[in-house]
């Protein structure tokens, strides 16, 4: 296993608003403190010396050529799995953090999550906030899979202790007619942005990881309003006015294929597909509704970004997992609720997995936590395995735990 060591790191940062670049930072595990955020323009790298317990060591600097993600999802003979955690950014990370610019430090000053994820400068920094702790082997972009709402003409926020409110959600063809087509450079250029300095700064060291909604997800959001327990209006649209869901179900597919297009291009090395709430629909349900928009994207994709690895996560899904990988994606991302080994039996070898455990797991012991990352790893097998959580981490996980998962995952020999 390694020993937790980060000497000689770097911590390099991009612009930042002067108001918000500390002058020092430490690190809770024993870092010296040492000066940290710089703008853009003065650009100095500064080196974290630390040795610590909980955080992880340094990649291999023979091992940057491609990323060891790109390599484990191309079936290539890798010495461990690359890992990442969904939701790696955001707000549990307050104590790690708390002797620099935490995301909470961040959400104080700028306590609109549109404001956070639409400015490149603080995309970049929250994005690579994980990076600089915990030496992921993906680094997410900071964003939300409704980001692109606005740009299609529909108004929505996030609000803080209620989620996504979209002000007038869709429930006729009137109401989907005004969609418009998503032209991410168009709508969303700070997305391009960050991932082009985010590929910079990352430098192959890890994969810089994009992502989207799928059709049927960011549907259930705009017909709800906003998060749902019964989803009961996207299915009285499916299941009264199927072609007016049909319709906006189109134009999802038709965005968010242009948008992975301008992502990849961008710089993002992968880009992972949220249908967080297609397993809300039965299986026959699902064909109709989600999987021949998901479809579509990937063959889109395909077609311009052949190589690109897509990555497609659905939260539940035990029910539907060969139909995820009708899709045609390169990675199907499991949530808990599937044992990783019969997950592996019913994909099959071709297809690289991701996931899963619990995120629960990581308010346990740490040898609980040791115990069910070598339990996930043993069951994926030395082939095509993203080691992650089954959904993202849970407000609240305590920060060394997920330091502890880091060591753990990164100590790791097949
Ligand atoms: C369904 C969904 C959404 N957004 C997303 C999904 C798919 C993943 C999943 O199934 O969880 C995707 C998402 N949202 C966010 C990321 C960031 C990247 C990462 O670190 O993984 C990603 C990948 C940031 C965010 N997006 C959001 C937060 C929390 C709000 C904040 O930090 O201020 C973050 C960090 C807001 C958001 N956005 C959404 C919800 C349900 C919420 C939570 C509302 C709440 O709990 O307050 C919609």
């Not at 930042?16 to 040492?34: E, W």
């Not at 690359?82 to 002797?99: D, E, F, I, S, T």
């Not at 319709?247 to 597909?273: E, R």
Request: glycine letters at 8%; charged letters at 20%.
């Amino acid at each position: 296993m390694l020993k937790g060591q980060m000497s000689g790191s770097i911590c390099s940062c991009t612009a930042l608003p002067p108001s918000l670049q500390p002058k020092r930072m430490s690190c809770i595990y024993g870092f010296s403190s040492v000066p940290s955020f710089s703008t853009a323009a003065s650009k100095p790298r500064t080196v974290i010396r630390c040795s610590l317990q909980g955080t992880v060591a340094e990649p291999k600097a023979t091992s940057v050529a491609e990323p060891l993600l790109l390599n484990a999802v191309r079936g290539e003979d890798v010495e461990r799995p690359p890992v990442w955690l969904m939701r790696q950014a955001g707000r549990y990370m307050k104590a790690v953090m708390n002797h620099f610019l935490s995301y909470q430090i961040i959400c104080q000053k700028y306590p609109s999550f549109r404001e956070r994820s639409e400015n490149v400068d603080l995309v970049v920094e929250i994005s690579l906030q994980p990076w600089n702790v915990f030496k992921p082997d993906g680094v997410i972009l900071f964003s939300d899979i409704l980001t692109p709402l606005s740009g299609m003409n529909i108004p929505f926020d996030i609000v803080k202790g209620k989620g996504p409110v979209i002000f007038n959600p869709l429930r006729t063809a009137a109401d989907v007619d005004p969609v418009r087509e998503f032209v991410p450079e168009e709508s969303v250029p700070y997305v391009g942005e960050a991932l082009t300095i985010l590929r910079k700064e990352v430098d192959n060291k890890a994969a810089v990881l994009g992502f989207v909604g799928a059709p049927f997800t960011l549907a259930s959001y705009v017909v709800e309003g906003g998060s749902s327990k019964h989803f009961s209006q996207i299915k009285r649209l499916a299941f009264s006015q199927p072609k007016v869901l049909h319709s906006l179900l189109q134009k999802f597919a038709t965005s968010m294929a242009k948008y992975i297009q301008y992502q990849a291009d961008a710089g993002a090395q992968a880009v992972q597909i949220f249908d967080s709430w297609a397993t809300e629909l039965s299986p026959v349900d699902f064909e109709e509704f989600s999987l021949p928009y998901i479809k579509q994207i990937v063959d889109t994709v395909k077609q311009t970004h052949p190589t690109l690895p897509l990555i497609l996560y659905a939260s539940g899904s035990g029910g539907l997992l060969e139909r995820l990988a009708l899709s045609g994606v390169d990675v199907v991302s499991l949530d808990w609720t599937v044992d990783m080994a019969e997950g592996r039996r019913r994909l099959g070898p071709d297809m690289a997995v991701q996931g899963n455990v619990d995120p629960g797991v990581l308010f346990g012991s740490k040898e609980f936590i040791t115990n069910r990352i070598n339990e996930v790893v043993r069951k994926a097998g030395n082939r095509k395995h993203i080691l992650n959580l089954g959904h993202g981490i849970v407000v609240g996980s305590p920060e060394e735990n997920v330091a502890h998962f880091f060591e753990v995952a990164k100590g790791i020999r097949y």
